[in-house]
């Protein structure tokens, strides 16, 4: 009901505005936006597993990978139908993030403390896995991994004696160097990184980088301009204050406009202004007053449109996130990735669903 007195309320505007046609358009192409995204949905994809899948990354409109629980991953080449298979060694493991590059070419990050934390490449779609990083450091627990391309990478992990330690890659993974830690500004006393959704790490252009966190008393993400060497880091106004909450997710559009989005795992259904924008890179982060309530987990852009998933459902906004409309959906999710306007989500039990745009 909420989500039409919206568009009787735009309808009266463009007409009340009428002596401004710049005006009228505006209004106009807002209402035939939310319009378009009411029709979307998602649909569910058959995967004959029930791993539980948190990173997923499209590459295009036929091809996506998932990363999953107990060594699991998932392919498809078509679009629609998917092949899960599990990594050789690595069947107790848990992959949560990605990075796919076509449909031959992607690497895998397994959480976890100590030796579980590990990174797999294949060159070949599957049918081989290279092991290329196993954690040394008892105390480290890697989060996540991204790729600006094809060689060159970036993974890090949650705070060890007060810094965030760093691994980039320049070879597509061949090589990972610790990055030095004196330019990683000091963590807060609990801060650390979610990695339920894959995108607690998000890059962006040729050098960017943002880190995510929570746990501590305040969130907070970290930036990097020069591919992990430096940083400096912002406090962000979604809740924290506990070991369950704070940021789950970034998404940057461009090196400027990003979105940070969260809440707290123990309490899903609870807490508001878990939605912040940057304008700037980062440097300064706006509270959304008016976004959906609960946990939120994966964000992501199609055009100009907000998309965001968490187990609660899917919410999209077609106005900066001003407003928001629910999207059918079978269930909730835990990630999300688009390229252009093709995407998939991903969740619990081996659920994976395509987006159906609709008219978008």
Avoid at 104 to 122: C, F, K, M, N, V
Avoid at 167 to 195: C, I, Q, R, Y
Wanted: with cysteine.
């Amino acid at each position: 009901m909420y989500f039409f007195e919206e568009i009787k309320v735009s309808q009266r505007t463009a007409w009340h505005l009428g002596q401004s046609s710049e005006v009228r358009a505006i209004a106009i192409s807002f209402v035939l936006a939310m319009m378009q995204s009411a029709n979307a949905q998602w649909e569910i994809q058959k995967t004959g597993t029930t791993a539980q899948f948190r990173g997923i990354a499209a590459v295009s409109a036929k091809v996506c990978w998932a990363a999953g629980s107990k060594g699991s991953y998932a392919r498809t080449i078509d679009g629609k139908t998917w092949v899960v298979k599990q990594v050789p060694g690595a069947e107790k493991l848990q992959f949560r993030s990605l990075a796919a590059f076509d449909a031959d070419h992607a690497t895998l990050l397994a959480i976890g403390p100590g030796e579980e934390s590990r990174i797999y490449r294949t060159d070949d779609g599957g049918a081989n896995w290279a092991l290329q990083f196993v954690n040394d450091n008892p105390k480290a627990f890697y989060d996540a991994i991204a790729f600006w391309d094809p060689k060159h990478g970036l993974a890090f992990s949650d705070p060890v004696n007060g810094k965030i330690p760093v691994l980039t890659t320049e070879d597509a993974g061949l090589h990972w160097t610790l990055e030095p830690d004196a330019f990683m500004p000091e963590a807060l006393t609990d801060e650390g990184a979610f990695s339920a959704s894959g995108t607690c790490l998000a890059i962006r252009g040729r050098n960017s980088a943002w880190i995510a966190t929570g746990g501590a008393a305040v969130s907070r993400v970290f930036h990097t301009q020069d591919r992990g060497k430096t940083w400096t880091v912002t406090e962000v106004p979604i809740p924290a204050g506990k070991a369950t909450s704070g940021i789950f997710g970034l998404t940057f559009s461009s090196t400027k406009a990003g979105i940070a989005l969260g809440g707290d795992y123990k309490e899903p259904t609870a807490g508001q202004n878990q939605i912040a924008f940057t304008a700037d890179g980062g440097k300064t982060w706006k509270s959304c007053t008016n976004c959906p309530v609960g946990l939120q987990e994966c964000a992501a852009n199609i055009g100009r449109r907000i998309i965001i998933v968490g187990p609660l459902g899917t919410q999209a906004s077609a106005d900066g996130g001003l407003t928001w409309a629910s999207i059918k959906s079978p269930a909730g999710f835990h990630t999300c990735s688009f390229v252009g306007r093709a995407g998939w989500a991903a969740g619990d039990n081996g659920l994976i669903a395509r987006w159906s745009p609709g008219s978008i």
